[in-house]
Each structure stands twice: as structure tokens, then as C-alpha cells.
């Protein structure tokens, strides 16, 4: 944000940073068999949820918002159910982060509130970018909890930082 951004937006961008740095660190401790594991027989496997992350990210801020680099564009071009390696998604992970730290450092407060008619939609229902922030963030957060559920529920323990003291 190019404004001076308030105490609770930089807390949960810093929040969300710190949730995207484990996820990646969960995803590059696994075996490239690991990223098969499912929840349920009927739920997307570990390296699909992490494809499905990236995609979200993709698709709002290239495709639709029209902002990023060649990069980004390479990661539009992903075919759903393909399987990609550790370094691939996690790769993916850390370039479309780099975007949304982008764009979060030059989007002006106007631009964050400024009406967005979505083709698809029509102006009776607009978004604006702030919306599609928080679109992303919990988006993120449901399919790296997805992540997390599927990885436990087949005995792999995710590594959290410790909590917080008690007496705060």
C-alpha cells in the first residue's frame, strides 16, 4: 500500500506473509509421493490444492486484474491435474506471493476502492481490488488448511511455531 497502511492492514499482511512461508516450508518437506496424499478418496491430492492456490492468485490478479510479468503469465498456462514437482509449487508459491506483495506496495487507497464491473457478472454486482485481497487471503487460508488436514490425516506432523505466552 503506498499510503501509510494501518496497524491492522500491516498485521495481516505480515500475518498472511508468515502463513505463506510455512506453507512453504510444509510443502518442501514432502517426498514427491507425498504430494498424492489425499483427505478422502473424492478430495484433491496435496500437489493439486497447492496448483489450486497458485491458480487462484493467477487468475485474479493476471487474468482478471491484468497485473504481473512473463512469469506470472507461464503460471496461467498451467493445465489443471497435471502433477508438478516440490520445487515447481513451491516456486509457483513464491512468485505469485512476490505479485501480491507487488501490487499491495503500489495500489493506491483509491485504486484498492475503485469500482470493477466483471464481464461475466455486469455492473450489478462490482468488486473492487480490496475485495479480490480478500478473496486471495481466504482463499489461501482454506486450501492451506486443506493442506494441512490432508497431510495429518495420514500421520505427517506440520510444524508450527510455537504459540504465543500466556500471560499476553
Known sequence: MSTTPSTLASAVVAGWKE???QLIVTLRTLAPEQLAIRAGSDLR?????AAHIVEGRVSWLFSVLKEGDAEIASLAEWEAGTTRSVAEYTRALEATWKLVEDV??????????????LPWIGPKYPITRAWVIWHILEHDLHHGGEISHSLGSHGLAIELPPPPPKDL
Open 19 to 21: 502463513y505463506q512461508e
Open 45 to 49: 491430492p496435496v500437489g493439486e490444492i
Open 104 to 117: 499491495l506496495a503500489c495500489w493506491t487507497p483509491e485504486e484498492l476502492a475503485e469500482s470493477i464491473i
